[in-house]
């Protein structure tokens, strides 16, 4: 009778089905959709990452950021940039980085892209530290910027 109930309780069912999908090649988590790990990332693991992404990233240097964590009002610069994603430069230590989500303007000869991000990680380098992010709720502009910047990058423009 034991042995019967353990079969039919929902616990146990659960505990297979999690077990199942834990060793499901398909199932495995992405870097991007894994939590936020709060630990030192060297420089170079960052960039061995960078060829491991679903899109591919460019240099955005001289585009300038806005970002806010509901508290705060802070700039920086991007460093790369994809469709769905950025890394950010000269960023105040203050942001505080455990909010689910910030708010990211980001101004290019005189149009703003506002959009919300969620961190993935943190590099602190003196003064100021530098982030990853994944960008969320993206508007259509933002796509059309990106593919009008990768063609000029792969004409030659500066």
């Not at 309780?9 to 495995?28: D, G, M, N, W």
């Not at 955005?60 to 991007?78: A, E, H, Q, T």
């Not at 796509?143 to 990058?153: L, S, V």
Request: net charge positive.
């Amino acid at each position: 009778m034991s042995l019967l109930r353990a079969r039919n309780c929902p616990a146990t069912k659960k505990h297979q089905r999690r077990a199942v999908l834990e060793q499901c090649p398909s199932r495995q988590a992405t870097p991007l959709s894994q939590p936020l790990v709060k630990q030192k990332v060297s420089s170079r693991a960052i960039g061995e990452k960078m060829h491991k992404r679903r899109y591919p990233r460019m240099g955005g240097k001289n585009l300038r950021v806005d970002i806010s964590d509901g508290r705060g009002f802070y700039s920086g610069y991007i460093s790369d940039v994809s469709r769905f994603g950025m890394q950010l430069n000269s960023i105040a230590i203050k942001l505080n980085q455990d909010v689910k989500t910030l708010s990211v303007v980001v101004t290019v000869n005189g149009k703003n892209f506002k959009m919300m991000a969620i961190p993935k990680w943190e590099v602190k380098e003196g003064g100021s530290k530098t982030m990853g992010m994944e960008l969320i709720n993206v508007p259509y502009s933002w796509a059309g910027f990106i593919r009008e910047f990768d063609q000029k990058k792969a004409q030659g423009h500066p």
